[in-house]
């Protein structure tokens, strides 16, 4: 195993309401433990004005927060839908590339919610073919492996967690037990 030292912390968090309340937990957490966080919020931008220079100096600085951290610690939790964020899940494809160990965890409202065909089915309504295919809303076939997540983010993450919760984008008790596990990975 290899030592960890930094993490990234990627997810919808920036994007929460209580934003700042979460990422100083989230900091905390990390400390309390000795790891660093690596955070997009910690960003400072040239660009001020959203613009497709903006975006790339966004995408150019997360990057290499990507690089710079040892693991990261991935929050799946739904976000505008079924799925994960489309940027987080970008950013779990691109520490993989890189070879680093990614931990993710996803909240969810009801223990049906912790199986993404379910999700799915409530957003968008499923239907089993005549081969016992199940297929979305669309006639999209919907691989039903019972996991929280797509196949490809699962079986990526060393660990991921799956907490019920009411409080879907607050409860840490998920990103607690991913600190856990880089802990042990990292021993």
Do not use: H
């Amino acid at each position: 195993m290899r030592r960890i030292a930094s993490l990234y912390l990627g997810g919808p968090d920036n994007a929460l309401s209580d934003s700042s309340a979460v990422l100083a937990q989230k900091r905390a957490l990390c400390a309390n433990r000795g790891f660093v966080p690596v955070l997009a919020s910690d960003s400072v931008l040239v660009e001020t004005d959203p613009s497709e220079a903006m975006a790339r100096e966004i995408y150019a600085d997360r990057v290499q927060r990507l690089r710079l951290a040892d693991a990261a610690i991935l929050n799946l939790t739904p976000w505008r839908g079924p799925n994960c964020n489309v940027g987080t899940a970008f950013e779990a494809g691109f520490m993989a590339a890189l070879g680093k160990p990614v931990f993710a965890y996803l909240n969810v409202q009801s223990e049906d919610e912790a199986e993404l065909r379910v999700r799915i089915e409530n957003e968008m309504g499923l239907e089993l073919d005549r081969s016992g295919i199940w297929r979305d809303g669309f006639g999209g076939e919907i691989e039903d492996f019972g996991l929280p997540e797509d196949l490809m983010l699962w079986a990526e993450a060393r660990r991921l967690f799956v907490v019920v919760t009411d409080d879907v984008y607050g409860e840490l008790t998920g990103f607690e037990m991913c600190l856990d596990a880089v802990k042990l990975y990292s021993d």
